[in-house]
């Protein structure tokens, strides 16, 4: 049955299950992105309040004037680090097709620490593990 609707899913057995609660999580979430391309998640354990910090220091970072969030754009197609302003990116391509640009922005962070080891730094990494892009403002969104 194809997802009519966007889907609420509940990752707790996945966090704390066996391995057959994991499968059935990573379906419900693979169904998702495939019908419907949203979900929601519960279960996942983070504070409230931290969520609700995290949403308000995003939302300054969005509301700067659009040369602001230029400064932290992406260097690359292939780096998803950084500020992507619309429709820079098309999520259509990434499954072969052509379509116009999506309407959104979005800025990117990737591990804060990356240690100091082949794995992460070797040819197959790729762009998976350059340095995140940090705006000036605000001033607590590394923080967070």
């Known amino acids: 049955m194809v997802l009519q609707q966007v889907p609420i899913i509940d990752i707790a057995p996945f966090l704390g ?7 059935s999580v990573a ?10 391309g949203f979900f ?9 309040d931290l969520i609700q910090q995290v949403k308000d220091v995003s939302t300054e970072f969005f509301d700067l ?6 400064l932290v754009e992406r260097w690359a197609d292939d780096v998803i680090r950084g ?13 072969g097709n052509k379509g116009p640009g999506d309407l959104k922005e ?18 197959e990494a790729g762009q998976h593990f350059v340095e995140n892009r940090w705006p000036q403002q605000p001033t607590e969104l590394r923080d967070f």
């Open 83 to 95: 500020y992507s302003r619309p429709p820079k990116e098309c999520l259509a391509e990434s499954l």
């Open 40 to 48: 929601v998640i519960t279960g996942h354990g983070v504070a409230p």
């Open 27 to 36: 379906a419900q979430v693979k169904q998702a992105c495939e019908d419907i």
């Open 17 to 23: 299950g066996d391995s057959e609660d994991k499968r």
């Open 65 to 70: 004037p659009q040369e602001e969030k230029l």
């Open 106 to 123: 979005s800025y990117t962070i990737g591990p804060i620490d990356v240690p100091n080891e082949p794995y992460y730094h070797c040819a």
